[in-house]
């Protein structure tokens, strides 16, 4: 008899490693697209990935529906934990892109993320998030740094994306 629990991990295991192949590939025309000339060049890399630009996302899409589907108590718990880094993209964001922001936003390479639950957030909990900028250092590559987000009501803590950039300045 097949046991299901290993065949949806399977396939969600594939639309995960699909994801992650295809995106690399876009990501990797993206880090050689500012190197290559304006004109030809940048034509040929950008229609090389024209057909599959966004199709990646969808076995990311397969993958968490997948989780819902087969290990919704998985789901309940892995998810969730993102929803504040999520809700304070935006603000990360606006951060991040600022021009008194010691870095440039175009060239950041993002690293890393830690997301550390407290307790469970109830659904009718407010959330009081900060996002703030620390750690900033020298690096081989530019600088790094990280963004923390974190809520006053310790349910959500050392939530962090680390970084790599060249200085702006």
């Given amino acids: 008899m097949i046991d299901l629990t290993v065949v949806w991990a399977g396939i969600i295991g594939f639309a995960i490693v699909a994801y992650v192949v295809m995106d690399g590939f876009d990501l990797g025309i993206g880090i050689l697209f500012a190197r290559l000339r304006v004109g030809a060049e940048r034509d040929t890399a950008l229609n090389s990935i024209a057909p599959v630009w966004d199709g990646n996302e969808t076995w990311l899409v397969m993958g968490g529906g997948g989780l819902l ?58 959330l009081d998030l900060e996002v703030w900028a620390e750690h900033f250092a020298r690096h081989r590559s530019g600088a790094k740094y990280r963004v923390v987000v974190a809520d006053e009501s310790r ?14 300045g």
């Fill in 69 to 126: 589907a087969a290990f919704p108590l998985a789901y309940a718990i892995i998810l969730p934990a993102t929803y504040p880094h999520m809700l304070t993209f935006p603000v990360q964001m606006a951060l991040m892109s600022d021009r008194s922001f010691p870095l440039a936003l175009p060239g950041l390479v993002h690293v890393r993320n830690r997301i550390e639950v407290l307790r469970a957030i109830g659904v009718d909990e407010p």
């Fill in 155 to 168: 349910a959500v803590s050392g939530l962090s994306g680390f970084g790599f950039a060249r200085a702006t």
